[in-house]
């Protein structure tokens, strides 16, 4: 089971942006499909962001739409999320998540990285 770990999160401006990153680690990277989540206080956990496993298909949630990038380095094991023009409605904790092949359901999560977006 690949084990994971995110980071770059922090404290930004509306408008402004960051980039999360999330290290694989345990088990072969490009065999899984990999996503972003993110859980806002009081709120369900959102999709944001999916990513197949040979980079080429990706998939956002409306909200993120234009503003997200996520894509990966297979070489490097890690997952990245570009996010621009923030809203204070991104503050959330964003978690990077596995998905093996064959499979429906993502199995392997980070512990999350807090991004917080100031008005």
């Known amino acids: ?3 994971l770990v995110e980071s770059g999160g922090g404290l930004v401006q509306a408008g402004g942006s960051l980039r999360l990153a999330c290290a694989a680690s345990g088990s072969t990277f490009s065999m899984y499909a990999m996503a972003w989540f ?3 206080p009081g709120k369900e956990r959102e999709f944001v962001a999916a990513i197949s496993r040979i980079p080429g298909t990706t998939s956002y949630a409306d909200s ?13 094991n890690t997952l990245y999320l570009q996010m621009t023009s923030l809203k204070p409605e991104d503050t959330a904790v964003y978690h990077c ?15 999350g990285t807090q991004v917080t ?3």
């Open 1 to 3: 089971q690949v084990q």
């Open 38 to 40: 993110r859980q806002a």
């Open 64 to 76: 993120v739409k234009g503003r997200f990038t996520i894509s990966r380095d297979n070489t490097k």
């Open 97 to 111: 998540a596995a998905r093996p092949p064959a499979t429906s359901e993502y199995k392997s999560w980070g512990q």
């Open 117 to 119: 977006v100031s008005s």
